[in-house]
């Protein structure tokens, strides 16, 4: 079983909204919380921050409404985050549905694609719940959320949903596809373009640091510290290790426009 918890960043997000019912709804439905297996992960508790589905909840808002939507130094808008991450079908994937599973306990999370006579799936795994593990942080869990809808995305645009292994021990891991700010306007994440030339592309866990950059440096003011800096630390441990070449940016770093 997950260790169910409240942390100082899952506190302090949750203390933003507190209990709002309609958000609560909007994210059962939009993110396609509906399989039976959070019924005991707190989907009756909505408000309960120590349980899976409430945790779920505070990424949700997180993604949603943290966002300054800085035009000149975002790497992408917050409706592009917020309709990548929803499981229902959109421009960027179909429908998909989302589970909680504890059947890989070192895993994050992964999501079934190409399923035969079944509907796509993400499982989200102990590790982005549990009290004490790492991953338990609000916002890595929101841009794992991301990070796994990427992988639908990939599977509706015919691209290979599996991820390299590189490192020693050998670890998943992606390509990053180095671009500007200005390459890409607000709402045109989705875009892509092959010509090396102007190469415009994105690996699951590009889309998750560029993500992580954003709330760690283009969130609002009202946005506790502890949440913009458990992002850096997340965004730049995974750019130093999830890629097969190596980034030539950093968070903190100034931005390419």
Not at 47 to 70: C, E, G, Q, S, W
Not at 183 to 208: A, C, E, R, T, W
Request: with cysteine; proline share 5%.
């Amino acid at each position: 079983m997950c260790q169910d918890g409240i942390n100082t960043e899952e506190a302090a997000v949750f203390n933003l909204y507190g209990n709002w019912r309609d958000l609560y709804m909007a994210v059962w439905q939009l993110y396609q919380l509906t399989d039976d297996s959070w019924d005991p992960a707190g989907i009756s508790d909505a408000a309960n921050v120590a349980k899976p589905f409430a945790k779920v909840v505070n990424a949700v808002y997180l993604i949603h409404y943290t966002l300054t939507d800085n035009y000149a130094k975002q790497w992408h808008s917050t409706e592009d985050y917020t309709s990548t991450s929803e499981a229902v079908g959109n421009r960027f994937h179909n429908e998909y549905y989302q589970r909680f599973i504890q059947y890989n306990g070192r895993a994050e999370a992964d999501s079934e694609t190409g399923r035969v006579a079944a509907e796509d799936r993400t499982n989200l795994h102990c590790p982005v719940f549990d009290l004490n593990n790492n991953s338990n942080s609000v916002s890595n869990r929101a841009s794992v959320l991301i990070h796994e809808a990427w992988h639908h995305w990939q599977q509706d645009h015919g691209w290979d949903t599996s991820h390299p292994q590189c490192g020693s021990p050998s670890h998943d891991c992606d390509k990053f596809y180095y671009h500007s700010v200005s390459q890409y306007d607000f709402g045109k994440l989705d875009h892509i373009d092959l010509n090396p030339q102007h190469l415009l592309f994105h690996s699951p866990y590009q889309v998750q640091c560029e993500f992580d950059a954003d709330i760690a440096e283009m969130s609002q003011g009202w946005l506790p510290v502890v949440v913009s800096q458990a992002a850096r630390a997340s965004g730049n441990a995974r750019l130093s290790s999830q890629f097969s070449n190596n980034p030539p940016w950093r968070i903190g770093n100034p931005r390419p426009w």
